[in-house]
């Protein structure tokens, strides 16, 4: 399976979208990738599997153990386990949603939104959530679905990335659950089907993690454009978008 004929797919399947969207930031965007759809359409998925699969077996340095990030990756991580042999596991959602419900409550407390005689129940759930979260103490049972052994080498796989947030969430989640369960394991990448180019592969660098990606949005519209598929109009405002948060990365 070629990355090329995969591009296509995606295009045809209409999981590579043009217009103009919010993004999970807030920040607008010209071209939208919605690869949560994957499992409607099997065989693409089943190509995805193939192409990432080989991305992987092709590295110098590989995984023993691959993790999918909730959720659009956990599709993905399956059909790379199962095209490479690899075992799966996954990040655990909860404690991420708890930890974030407690910033959020002590947000509020610090800009004023509880009177004083409800500060300190509000700080007691927060204490409670906290504990939920598991970040803080070890209130949940797992961190992870599935298997990590000692001296694995795991691969963390998602669908795209744009910025690092989530994929050093699942790194932290996964140390987590090796502390819990007193082995010692390595991340030793992050493996997406697409990167937004948007600072995501930076932000991994600085923390010490690889990204390996199997296309950047710029050849995505590339390809696009030259083969016909979007026009040069398309093009152009996709490539001054991407340029432009390239040099908001630099500044």
């Known amino acids: 399976m070629l990355k090329l004929d995969l591009i296509k797919d995606l295009y045809d399947i209409g999981a590579i979208k043009f217009g103009e969207f919010t993004l999970k930031s807030g920040k607008k965007s010209p071209y939208y990738i919605d690869l949560r759809i994957l499992p409607s359409y099997p065989q693409v998925l089943i190509n995805v599997g193939k192409v990432m699969g080989g991305m992987i077996q092709s590295l110098q340095e590989k995984p023993t153990r691959l993790c999918g990030v909730p959720m659009a990756g956990l599709a993905i991580a399956n059909m790379v386990g199962a095209e490479t042999g690899i075992p799966v596991c996954y990040t655990r959602k909860e404690p991420i949603v708890y930890r974030d419900l407690a910033f959020q409550l002590q947000d509020s407390i610090k800009e004023g939104k ?58 932290d989640l996964i140390m987590l ?18 990167d937004r180019q948007q600072g995501g592969k930076e932000s991994l660098q600085k923390n010490g993690v690889p990204l390996y990606s199997v296309a950047t949005i710029t050849e995505i519209m590339e390809w696009l454009y030259k083969s016909g598929t979007i026009s040069s109009e398309k093009y152009k405002i996709v490539t001054d978008y991407v340029i432009s948060e390239k040099m908001r990365i630099i500044v």
């Open 177 to 194: 659950e090796a502390k819990r369960e007193n082995i010692k394991v390595g991340i030793i990448g992050v493996y997406v089907l697409l």
């Open 114 to 171: 509880y009177k004083q005689n409800e500060v300190p129940g509000v700080e007691a759930v927060i204490r409670k959530v906290e504990e939920l979260s598991g970040l803080k103490t070890h209130g949940i049972a797992r961190y992870i679905d599935g298997e990590i052994k000692e001296g694995d080498k795991i691969g963390i796989v998602d669908d795209l990335i744009t910025t690092a947030d989530s994929k050093l969430e699942a790194r």
